[in-house]
């Protein structure tokens, strides 16, 4: 038998650490909190798990090194990964931008077919092992929250981050790993609904469109996508907001003052909708401003609209100046919210932050500071878009670090 390797998490990336480093000959002991293992990844994709993404590259993730996660995604990349759940009968489904799903559309497939694999290489799972401590003498000493030890040659630390915190990555993992030595920049959730300052929101929570959303900072756009937004009761959601939320929570989470400017029609510009609006308004002069905005917008942005913008809802499209004109053109094309904060980690899709990757070998996923301890996953400070990337972090960094810790 080969070295003994403990695995501590059993989310998708210490599950495929287990299989890979079982499959290279180690003995491996994978231990998970939960009753289960894959809480989390059942929930992904909105239960159907996208797993990865035919354009990943290093411009899809973020972290203060982005440069560390490169040996890995090209160790095991995309193709490797859809082959790897191939064999275990994931047939590959894509859908828009690359997004790879498993064809059943059900995360519990991805899950089914890990643990079968896990029983089949013999992995000896042990669940309900909430791992509290972790120190190293000849050999690593594991302890249980239920006073149980082990020990082992490797230890692979895979307990994930912040986000999600019921799943149980509640992140005690950057304890464990601040014991070991480690240190951890600072975390923010990522992927998350933005809140937002303002009175409006009672009033348009629900109303959806496709638009655009920039994150501003001192006037500077530095973020920016495009899609089904949604207005909510505290601000802001929709694939485009969680895409484009890390850099907004990066500068909240120093006190900046960061804003949003949501354009409701972005498909011509302001002086485009100006023109627009004008001829638009003389053609039905009599009807009130409320009636001539009905088709443009959705009915329930227009007394909010109008409320914002000070015009009297009552005024005729006939009889409205120019000035006020612009005023609608210019908000309905950006309108300006201050950013108040996040939904939080409960809500949040990703942890941005973890574990500083410069302590970390990039082509074996081992600690530069203690010998024969790995790091894989969210809990390192790599954090990718929404998309498929987050997962493909979990399935290369596992891997690296499952070939690697077989070693002896
Ligand atoms: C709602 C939601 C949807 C998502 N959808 C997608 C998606 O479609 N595509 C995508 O790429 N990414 C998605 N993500 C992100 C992705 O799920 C995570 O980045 C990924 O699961 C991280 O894997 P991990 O193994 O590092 O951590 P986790 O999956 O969080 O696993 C960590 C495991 O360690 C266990 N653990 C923690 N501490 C201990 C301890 N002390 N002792 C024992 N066990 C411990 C936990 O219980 C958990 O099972 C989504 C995330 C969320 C929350």
Request: proline share 2%; glycine share 10%.
């Given at each position: 038998?080969?070295?003994?390797?403990?695995?501590?998490?059993?989310?998708?990336?210490?599950?495929?650490?287990?299989?890979?480093?079982?499959?290279?000959?180690?003995?491996?002991?994978?231990?998970?909190?939960?009753?289960?293992?894959?809480?989390?990844?059942?929930?992904?994709?909105?239960?159907?798990?996208?797993?990865?993404?035919?354009?990943?590259?290093?411009?899809?993730?973020?972290?203060?090194?982005?440069?560390?996660?490169?040996?890995?995604?090209?160790?095991?990349?995309?193709?490797?990964?859809?082959?790897?759940?191939?064999?275990?009968?994931?047939?590959?489904?894509?859908?828009?931008?690359?997004?790879?799903?498993?064809?059943?559309?059900?995360?519990?497939?991805?899950?089914?077919?890990?643990?079968?694999?896990?029983?089949?290489?013999?992995?000896?799972?042990?669940?309900?092992?909430?791992?509290?401590?972790?120190?190293?003498?000849?050999?690593?000493?594991?302890?249980?929250?239920?006073?149980?030890?082990?020990?082992?040659?490797?230890?692979?630390?895979?307990?994930?981050?912040?986000?999600?915190?019921?799943?149980?990555?509640?992140?005690?993992?950057?304890?464990?790993?601040?014991?070991?030595?480690?240190?951890?920049?600072?975390?923010?959730?990522?992927?998350?609904?933005?809140?937002?300052?303002?009175?409006?929101?009672?009033?348009?929570?629900?109303?959806?469109?496709?638009?655009?959303?920039?994150?501003?900072?001192?006037?500077?756009?530095?973020?920016?996508?495009?899609?089904?937004?949604?207005?909510?009761?505290?601000?802001?959601?929709?694939?485009?907001?969680?895409?484009?939320?890390?850099?907004?929570?990066?500068?909240?989470?120093?006190?900046?003052?960061?804003?949003?400017?949501?354009?409701?029609?972005?498909?011509?510009?302001?002086?485009?909708?100006?023109?627009?609006?004008?001829?638009?308004?003389?053609?039905?002069?009599?009807?009130?401003?409320?009636?001539?905005?009905?088709?443009?917008?959705?009915?329930?942005?227009?007394?909010?609209?109008?409320?914002?913008?000070?015009?009297?809802?009552?005024?005729?499209?006939?009889?409205?100046?120019?000035?006020?004109?612009?005023?609608?053109?210019?908000?309905l094309t950006s309108w300006s919210f201050k950013i108040t904060g996040n939904k939080g980690w409960g809500q949040a899709q990703v942890t941005a932050g973890g574990v500083n990757t410069n302590e970390v070998n990039s082509k074996t996923m081992e600690s530069k500071i203690v010998e024969g301890l790995y790091l894989?996953?969210?809990?390192?400070?790599?954090?990718?878009?929404?998309?498929?990337?987050?997962?493909?972090?979990?399935?290369?960094?596992?891997?690296?670090?499952?070939?690697?810790?077989?070693?002896?």
């Amino acid at each position: 038998m080969g070295n003994r390797i403990i695995v501590v998490g059993g989310g998708a990336a210490g599950m495929m650490a287990a299989i890979v480093a079982k499959r290279n000959g180690s003995d491996v002991i994978l231990l998970e909190r939960n009753d289960r293992v894959g809480k989390k990844l059942l929930t992904t994709g909105n239960g159907r798990c996208n797993y990865t993404n035919l354009y990943t590259s290093l411009n899809n993730y973020h972290g203060e090194d982005t440069s560390f996660i490169e040996d890995a995604l090209c160790e095991f990349n995309v193709n490797k990964t859809i082959e790897f759940f191939e064999k275990l009968g994931i047939t590959p489904a894509t859908e828009d931008n690359g997004k790879v799903y498993p064809l059943s559309f059900q995360a519990s497939s991805m899950l089914d077919v890990l643990r079968y694999e896990l029983e089949y290489q013999g992995v000896q799972l042990i669940t309900d092992a909430y791992v509290v401590d972790i120190y190293k003498k000849k050999k690593f000493i594991v302890k249980l929250k239920d006073g149980r030890d082990f020990s082992c040659d490797k230890i692979i630390l895979a307990t994930g981050g912040m986000a999600m915190p019921v799943s149980g990555s509640d992140g005690n993992g950057y304890s464990l790993a601040k014991k070991l030595g480690h240190t951890i920049t600072d975390i923010f959730p990522g992927l998350v609904q933005l809140k937002l300052e303002g009175n409006i929101f009672k009033q348009v929570n629900g109303v959806k469109f496709v638009g655009t959303a920039g994150i501003y900072h001192k006037g500077k756009l530095i973020a920016k996508d495009r899609g089904d937004i949604l207005f909510t009761d505290y601000g802001i959601s929709g694939p485009p907001i969680l895409q484009i939320s890390r850099r907004a929570n990066e500068l909240l989470n120093k006190n900046e003052t960061v804003e949003i400017k949501v354009s409701i029609i972005d498909t011509k510009s302001a002086e485009e909708l100006k023109v627009y609006l004008i001829k638009r308004f003389n053609n039905m002069p009599i009807k009130t401003i409320e009636e001539a905005l009905i088709g443009l917008i959705n009915k329930r942005l227009i007394l909010p609209v109008l409320k914002e913008l000070n015009i009297d809802k009552k005024n005729t499209a006939g009889n409205i100046d120019e000035k006020d004109i612009i005023k609608i053109a210019n908000l309905l094309t950006s309108w300006s919210f201050k950013i108040t904060g996040n939904k939080g980690w409960g809500q949040a899709q990703v942890t941005a932050g973890g574990v500083n990757t410069n302590e970390v070998n990039s082509k074996t996923m081992e600690s530069k500071i203690v010998e024969g301890l790995y790091l894989v996953g969210e809990i390192l400070d790599v954090d990718g878009d929404c998309g498929g990337f987050n997962l493909q972090w979990a399935w290369s960094s596992g891997y690296v670090a499952g070939i690697n810790a077989a070693k002896s």
